[in-house]
C-alpha cells in the first residue's frame, strides 16, 4: 500500500494562490498516476487534476485548466497541485490519490480509478 499526506491548504482571498503538496510513502513503486480530486460542501467529489507518475503527462478538469498545474518529484515522491487565480468556487477540501494499478478500463478522471487516499487539506477562498 501507499500512504499520503497532503498540506499546503488555507485561506486565501480571490486572486490568490496555493500550493499544495502530497508525499506518498510506502510501495511508491507500484505508483502509476496520482491525482488531486476536490470535494466542496454539499457536493460529491469533483476530479481536478492528474499527472502520470513516469510519463508526466498531465490531465485536467475543465474547471481548473489553465489555472492549476499540477506537478511531480520522482525522488522525492511528491506530488504538487499549484492553484492560481483562486476563486472562491475553489473552495473544497482537497484530496491527493494514488493509483497503483494503472487499469485502463477506469479513466483517470473517475475517483474509482485511484486506491490510496490522504485526508485531505482544507482550501477556502474568500471573496
Known amino acids: 500500500q501507499v500512504q499520503l499526506v497532503e498540506s499546503g491548504g488555507g485561506l486565501v482571498q480571490a486572486g490568490g494562490s496555493l500550493r499544495l503538496s502530497c508525499a506518498a510513502s510506502?510501495?511508491?513503486?507500484?505508483?502509476?498516476?496520482m491525482g488531486w480530486f476536490r470535494q466542496a460542501p454539499g457536493n460529491q467529489r469533483e476530479f481536478a487534476a492528474a499527472?502520470?507518475?513516469?510519463?508526466?503527462?498531465?490531465y485536467y478538469a475543465d474547471s481548473v485548466k489553465g489555472r492549476f498545474t499540477i506537478s511531480r518529484d520522482n525522488g522525492q515522491n511528491t506530488v504538487y497541485l499549484q492553484m492560481n487565480s483562486l476563486q472562491p468556487e475553489d473552495t473544497a477540501v482537497y484530496y491527493c490519490?494514488?493509483?497503483?494499478?494503472?487499469?485502463?478500463?477506469?479513466?483517470?478522471?473517475?475517483?474509482?480509478?485511484?486506491?490510496?487516499w490522504g485526508q485531505g487539506t482544507q482550501v477556502t477562498v474568500s471573496s
Open positions: 499527472i502520470g507518475w513516469s510519463s508526466g503527462n498531465t
Open positions: 510506502g510501495r511508491t513503486s507500484s505508483l502509476y498516476a
Open positions: 490519490a494514488a493509483d497503483l494499478r494503472g487499469s485502463r478500463s477506469r479513466s483517470l478522471f473517475s475517483d474509482l480509478r485511484y486506491d490510496s
